[in-house]
């Protein structure tokens, strides 16, 4: 039983590197979300997708791209590594229908030096 | 900006005791709530979820909403040590996609 299985756990980058964040879930979900969250606060929404194809910006957009080719993978790319992205990257998904709840994966500890 | 505030704690209580937790919220039009868990270093766990004025009870978890007033409660009764955690209220935005705006959480400690 996966659920949602982000990878890699933690990762050190150098400042103006790139480096992709992945992102894949087993339960056949619609929705899928990316989050940040800084120590002390809660989670900020980056991107999300309602389907394969379809993305749209969250509240904390800028410096990221996502894609979505199909149901089970919703990588994150930061394409230009500033400090201000050191945090804590969640990856969560939920079914399509109103009120239904989301679930994380572990989470991608990220430090840009 | 829709916001949702939460007292950051850390709320202390003794084991055994009744631990509350509070959230309020700006978005009128919202419609579902959601408690989660999250240990230090780890990932947010669903452990409530509510969406009718009222009470709901899941074991030792209730969970309260009063829409009118805006606000939404977290009851752990009989506090346990393994309750020790940081508690996120978060609120389901309207419109698609099933958003959710979370709260900075409230940390609880439960002392022996």
């Known amino acids: 039983n996966a659920g949602v299985t982000q990878t890699p756990k933690f990762r050190i980058l150098k400042i103006g590197q790139s480096m992709t964040l992945q992102c894949a879930q087993d339960m056949n979900h619609n929705y899928m979300y990316w989050y940040r969250q800084d120590p002390g606060m809660g989670l900020k929404l980056i991107y999300y997708?309602?389907?394969?194809?379809?993305?749209d910006k969250g509240e904390v957009p800028n410096g990221y791209n996502v894609s979505r080719s199909t149901t089970e993978y919703f990588p994150l790319r930061l394409e230009l590594a500033a400090p201000s992205q050191t945090s804590v990257y969640f990856c969560?998904?939920?079914?399509?229908?109103?009120?239904?709840?989301?679930?994380f994966g572990d989470g991608t500890r990220l430090s840009i030096l | 900006q829709k916001e949702v505030e939460q007292n950051s704690g850390p709320l202390s209580v003794p084991e055994g005791a009744i631990a509350s937790l509070n959230c309020t919220y700006s978005d009128r039009g919202s419609q579902s709530f959601f408690w989660y868990r999250q240990y230090s270093g780890k990932s947010p766990e669903l452990i409530m979820f509510i969406y009718s004025n009222g009470d709901k009870e899941d074991g030792r978890f209730t969970a309260q909403l009063n829409k009118a007033s805006q606000y939404v409660s977290l009851l752990i009764r009989d506090s346990q040590p393994s309750d020790s955690a940081t508690y996120l209220c978060?609120?389901?935005?309207?419109?698609?996609?099933?958003?959710?705006?979370f709260g900075t959480g409230t940390q609880l400690k439960v002392e022996l």
């Open positions: 978060a609120v389901g935005l309207t419109g698609g996609g099933n958003k959710l705006t």
């Open positions: 997708s309602v389907g394969a194809g379809i993305t």
């Open positions: 969560a998904s939920s079914p399509q229908g109103s009120r239904q709840p989301q679930h």
